[in-house]
């Protein structure tokens, strides 16, 4: 999945590469006039149709996320959905608040149905248990009391049955439809014929509308909580923003920002966008974008996030990236991307779904023939047909995965971990080990020099060694290049600069060819290296210290050793990491004593050191050969492929694009305890996904039976049919309590 491809709050039309050269343009459309799971699997079936194309529906969210081919425009897709009896648009971020509260006009026809219902059963239970009490004409009242419910508060219902027999189809509506005025239309025959003996069902039409209405009040309600998560992340973007032009500060919408503009962050005020602080000093508060509770000093060089608060003193921001290009845009990508993943159960259930309503239409006719010739009474025939149709509706089956992703992504979002989808959930539940990168992951990655040896000119040494670090992005780079400038502000230019991943770097300085790196690499190169500087590296790598040997003109000329502090979260984080079950495993490329130093620190037992990028591919290989699972965690471009051939991959958000391409988990906060919460996140996700699913299933298989023989009144069963699906939801929420470690 491509992370800058735009969609929900950054939605627009985009493209992406199928993998054979074409270009594959992508979208999403908001969708409306589903009702059940078997509407949703309808449209992505007559999408899916098209040439081409492969979409995915989301019942929970109600859109499609379509990629498609050139030969293939965006009104091309709309009229598919509208040839299915539903529509659709392209969502744009200025059609977010432009379409009616559905929330709204539920509870309206939820209230007039209650005010309505409850008096109807009253006086059909006294009419029907004290006869006495009968007077002239109840069964007139009883039939204006349900009238207005059957006939416009189960409008919706009407409605979508209708549009889906003139496709030619059938849903959830058309079960409900066919059952509510089946019941009215048998009691106003009943009251109107001589011949008929049996009880009228009006109290029945009435009150199976007025309990799946409730569930699909509650439904659509709990949906729009389950988003308010994402919502709030979409809103965290500043409005405006005050530009530096010619020395002047102008209030102006953030959409007016580029890339280099200057602006400024008062106190108290959200920073608009990404960017690096030119001048100024404040406190950062990223827990709204990252999760990470304790708040950051920003001054002079440093990196910000585009909607985050500065707490105070005055900024001036460079911006680094606007629009869909800042972390925000793309953390909200992700997140709608990932909440229209299905799991392979969620697959299987909506094929069921697709096929369910017909079956059961089937169903229902077989029961009511069944009873009739078996010679039971028209009443009890007809009641037991009645329940089948009502029972069993598929809308618990279609809301199961949606709704958990939708509620845990949000929840990851917040807690500043982003999941890719219900793919990555499955990959957690057998994961047995934990592959953790060392610097940047464990360690802080923030090295600093500590100390230099050379036999000639220490000046000359931290000169030349500095000026081909300066080209590197490397932490150890960084290092060296900053103390290089500390005491030379203007480093020579360095040219013919080449990165050798996992060895070390070379350029030409002043005329010089200069190499910077581990010993092996001089080794590799030929170049000599003198008995006291191999022996002195060996002493201080068994100090624990990680020691770069600089050289030029075809010997080594001198030492630097760097230190990197260890995160104080790993300790805590590795302890989890074993209470969840999961073997955590260091792996570096740096040298035994220093990675051993690292682990002991951390608590970690198994060392791989020493590994080059592609041996630590290597590694996972060999773990996944001994029948381990194995989850990795990094952040640098030399972890991507080990990222790649894990079973499940994970990345620090602070990290390199390559290593968030390949993550199935992104983890934005710089906190090693982020990745347990995650491996909790995902796994109680997963949990509460199959949960559902076996409920709807065994709920729809246990109740059509018990229908089908006429031992479910059909009020009940529109009750239980509510009330499933409300499970399923409820069930969900429970995910937005979700709590991650400190």
């Not at 549009?163 to 009691?187: C, I, K, P, Y």
């Not at 509510?722 to 429970?734: D, E, G, I, K, Y």
Request: charged share 20%.
């Amino acid at each position: 999945m491509q992370q800058g491809v735009a969609t929900g709050a950054t939605a627009g039309n985009t493209a992406e590469d199928d993998g054979s050269g074409t270009r594959l343009g992508t979208v999403e459309l908001a969708l409306s006039g589903m009702t059940c799971a078997a509407c949703a699997a309808r449209i992505e079936r007559k999408l899916n149709k098209i040439d081409g194309v492969h979409a995915v529906v989301n019942y929970a969210t109600e859109r499609a996320a379509v990629s498609f081919p050139p030969t293939v425009d965006i009104p091309r897709l709309v009229e598919a959905v509208t040839a299915a009896g539903y529509s659709a648009r392209e969502v744009q971020e200025t059609t977010a608040t432009d379409t009616p509260d559905p929330v709204r006009a539920l509870w309206r026809r939820l209230v007039v149905s209650v005010l309505l219902t409850f008096p109807l059963a009253d006086l059909a239970l006294a009419m029907a248990w004290v006869p006495w009490l009968r007077f002239p004409g109840w069964q007139w009242v009883c039939l204006g009391l349900a009238a207005p419910v059957v006939l416009w508060a189960a409008l919706p219902f009407h409605r979508a049955a209708l549009r889906n027999a003139r496709h030619g189809a059938a849903s959830m509506d058309t079960l409900v439809s066919l059952g509510v005025l089946s019941a009215f239309g048998w009691s106003t025959y009943a009251m109107f014929s001589t011949t008929v003996t049996g009880g009228i069902y009006l109290e029945v039409a009435a009150g199976v509308t007025t309990f799946l209405l409730a569930g699909r009040y509650f439904e659509a309600r709990a949906r729009r909580m389950a988003g308010d998560a994402l919502r709030s992340l979409s809103l965290l973007a500043a409005k405006d923003v005050l530009l530096l032009r010619k020395g002047k500060e102008v209030r102006v919408p953030v959409g007016q920002l580029v890339v280099g503009d200057l602006f400024v962050v008062p106190p108290g005020e959200k920073i608009a966008t990404d960017g690096v602080v030119e001048s100024g000093r404040s406190v950062v508060d990223l827990s709204m974008v990252t999760g990470e509770s304790v708040p950051v000093e920003a001054d002079a060089g440093a990196t910000v996030i585009g909607g985050t608060l500065s707490h105070s003193g005055r900024l001036i921001v460079r911006a680094t990236g606007v629009g869909a290009d800042t972390q925000l845009a793309r953390m909200t990508a992700l997140v709608e991307a990932a909440q229209a993943g299905k799991s392979g159960a969620q697959r299987l259930a909506d094929r069921v779904a697709g096929v369910f309503v017909p079956v059961v239409l089937v169903l229902s006719a077989l029961t009511l023939a069944t009873w009739l010739l078996a010679g039971g009474s028209t009443e009890s025939a007809f009641g037991a047909a009645l329940a089948v149709l009502i029972i069993a509706c598929p809308c618990a089956l279609g809301l199961a995965t949606p709704t958990a992703l939708l509620v845990a992504t949000g929840r990851g979002a917040q807690l500043g971990i982003l999941l890719r989808g219900a793919q990555a959930l499955e990959s957690t539940r057998a994961v047995d080990t934990v592959l953790l990168d060392k610097t940047g992951t464990v360690t802080t990655g923030r090295m600093s020099l500590t100390e230099m040896h050379t036999s000639g000119d220490p000046d000359e040494l931290l000169r030349h060694a500095g000026a081909v670090e300066s080209a590197s992005e490397h932490a150890i780079a960084a290092a060296i290049t900053t103390a290089a400038r500390a005491r030379f502000p203007e480093l020579p230019e360095v040219t013919e600069f080449t990165a050798l991943p996992g060895l070390g770097a070379s350029g030409r300085v002043e005329g010089a060819e200069v190499l910077i790196g581990r010993l092996l690499l001089f080794a590799e190169r030929g170049w000599t290296v003198d008995s006291e500087l191999a022996e002195l590296c060996a002493e201080w790598e068994k100090l624990g210290r990680t020691v770069v040997v600089a050289g030029w003109n075809g010997a080594a000329r001198g030492l630097l050793a760097v230190l990197d502090t260890v995160k104080e979260s790993a300790p805590g984080a590795i302890k989890a990491l074993r209470a969840l079950g999961l073997t955590p495993v260091l792996l570096t490329g740096d040298n035994e004593a220093t990675a051993r130093l690292v682990a002991e620190a951390v608590g970690i037992e198994e060392v791989h050191a020493g590994v080059l990028p592609q041996g630590k591919v290597e590694v996972v290989r060999a773990l996944q050969a001994k029948g381990r699972r194995v989850a990795m965690v990094g952040d640098g471009v030399n972890d991507g492929p080990a990222l790649a051939a894990a079973d499940l991959a994970m990345a620090m958000g602070t990290g390199a694009d390559v290593a968030l391409h390949a993550a199935d988990l992104i983890l934005v906060r710089d906190n090693l305890i982020a990745v347990p919460d995650a491996i909790r996140l995902a796994r109680a996700t997963l949990n509460t996904i199959r949960g559902n699913l076996w409920w709807a299933f065994g709920y729809n298989v246990a109740a059509l039976p018990v229908a089908a023989l006429g031992l479910l009144n059909p009020l009940i069963a529109g009750a239980a049919m509510a009330l499933s699906s409300a499970f399923v939801v409820s069930n969900s929420m429970r995910l937005r309590k979700f709590g991650g470690g400190q």
